[in-house]
């Protein structure tokens, strides 16, 4: 396994894009794939969050009072959106090595564009809870198909910058989705009979097929299964040959045997750990909008147009955690400073107690929580760098394992009747938040104790750290499983 401090470079303060040892052929092929793929997948991560967030507004924005959600209607929502994410990202556990990446997503996004349609129509809680489930089932490949893209075309110290740029689409799309419904309620209310907030769902599903669609022509694929209609012969023969030359192993199939080492590696359970922590020490989505709807000072355009202000905080967040990690100082300090600055917000709203203000900068400041994900799903993609089926599997696995811890913790501890104030909801957070900074540094560690004493390391750049080893154990212990077949030699990550 590997870990890196940062982009390779002759001082380790020298902040640069490229690493050094980047040809200007290297380098023309990553500036074109930076300008096609990640504003693309920016957009559409956009647009998936404007879609997901819209819940949330909708009910505070006239959907609780027309339907009678009094009880914990907006919680169990949220819960059958999970139920239907995760149960849908089953079957690609298995396929991503099998099927264009290219026609994956769009494919799945136009679907997602048709059920954010379909609940305008909604009249009752079980057929909102039907659209919700195929919404999440919908979504469901997503998320970790796109860290497998990224993992698919860039180097170990490349992901976080590029991961944190499309993961702003996640703030972005909470707070757009505040000025939609805000907007809607003002001007769209009781048009050809419909409620603002059906109005928004319409506004979305307009917005989300045609995103879709261009997909189909945008995305680049994976590297063994590109999309020839972005890149040409030249541009492909260069990627292979920069990843290669580091390690990047590029083709691969899942079989039954890699599923079997996953599953009895330790350090596979760690990174699982880690992850379920990650998913759960965030607040619920939804707890500021119905503190700013208790405080029963702001209408409900008023509440929409607030809660935007914590996911536009958010944005300069991501940016900020994962560019430091890939320029300034890897993975596991950027995981350790987010999660600490989300800490402090658990705190303060735990103690509950607090003048207004702090928990204004409390819930303001909750963007810590998810600034962190491609962070840390980059440091996985780092990890498992010389194994496509390996990597396809786990960032499926702790995908599905974590999102489904949501389903039930949600439900536990963010109960829509305990609003505003949620005590188990933020003692949870808090040790969950808390326990995430542990385990970042215990996989860590272990990582470093897993690196072979003999092994033969190439020359050292800055951007090694001690926790780098072998690319087999990089495929969670494949060589420790095969040495006899394989006699695998160990690389250092440049």
Request: hydrophobic fraction near 45%; charge should be positive.
């Amino acid at each position: 396994m590997a870990s890196h401090s940062g982009v390779p470079r002759e001082k380790w303060w020298k902040i640069q894009w490229f690493s050094d040892d980047d040809t200007p052929e290297e380098k023309k092929f990553v500036t074109k794939l930076d300008l096609i793929l990640i504003p693309y997948l920016f957009v559409t991560y956009w647009v998936k969050n404007l879609d997901q967030n819209n819940l949330n507004n909708a009910y505070v924005g006239g959907m609780k009072e027309e339907l009678g959600f009094y009880g914990n209607e907006l919680i169990r929502l949220q819960t059958m959106y999970i139920i239907g994410a995760v149960l849908g990202q089953i079957p690609f556990l298995f396929v991503f090595t099998y099927w264009p990446m290219y026609w994956v997503i769009p494919g799945m996004d136009v679907c997602w564009g048709v059920a954010t349609l379909l609940q305008y129509r909604a009249n009752s809680f079980a057929e909102m809870a039907a659209y919700r489930f195929l919404v999440g089932w919908f979504e469901a490949a997503y998320f970790p198909a796109v860290h497998y893209i990224l993992g698919s075309w860039y180097r170990g110290h490349e992901i976080s910058r590029r991961g944190g740029i499309w993961y702003t689409g996640l703030p972005l799309g909470t707070l757009t989705a505040g000025l939609v419904q805000a907007g809607a309620t003002r001007r769209l209310d009781g048009v050809h009979g419909l409620s603002g907030w059906r109005w928004m769902y319409i506004i979305c599903a307009i917005v989300t097929i045609p995103v879709g669609l261009v997909g189909y022509f945008i995305l680049p694929g994976t590297i063994d299964k590109p999309n020839k209609w972005v890149l040409n012969d030249n541009d492909r023969h260069v990627a292979r040959q920069r990843l290669d030359k580091k390690g990047h192993k590029v083709q691969g199939k899942l079989k039954v045997r890699h599923i079997k080492q996953i599953m009895s590696s330790k350090h596979f359970w760690i990174v699982v750990l880690v992850d379920v922590l990650f998913w759960n020490a965030g607040i619920n989505s939804g707890a500021f909008l119905l503190w700013l709807k208790s405080l029963k000072k702001y209408d409900s355009a008023t509440v929409n147009e607030y809660g935007t202000i914590p996911p536009a905080m958010g944005i300069f967040f991501t940016l900020f955690a994962n560019f430091s990690s890939d320029l300034l100082w890897g993975p596991v300090w950027a995981i350790t400073f987010a999660s600490g600055m989300n800490t402090l917000t658990n705190l303060i709203l735990l103690i509950w107690n607090v003048p207004d203000p702090a928990k204004w900068f409390a819930y303001c400041n909750y963007g810590w929580s998810y600034a962190l994900s491609s962070v840390l799903h980059g440091w996985v993609n780092n990890i498992l760098r010389d194994s496509p089926e390996i990597r396809s599997f786990t960032l499926v696995f702790i995908n599905i394992i974590a999102q489904s811890s949501t389903a039930w913790t949600g439900i536990l501890a963010y109960p829509t009747v305990e609003a505003p104030r949620f005590l188990n909801g933020y003692s949870f957070s808090f040790s969950m938040s808390t326990s995430l900074i542990i385990g970042a540094h215990l996989l860590n560690l272990y990582l470093k104790k897993r690196r072979d004493p003999n092994a033969v390391r190439s020359t050292p750049t800055p951007d090694v750290e001690e926790t780098d080893s072998a690319s087999s154990q990089g495929q969670l212990e494949v060589a420790d499983q095969s040495k006899s077949a394989h006699n695998t030699q160990i690389k250092a990550i440049s």
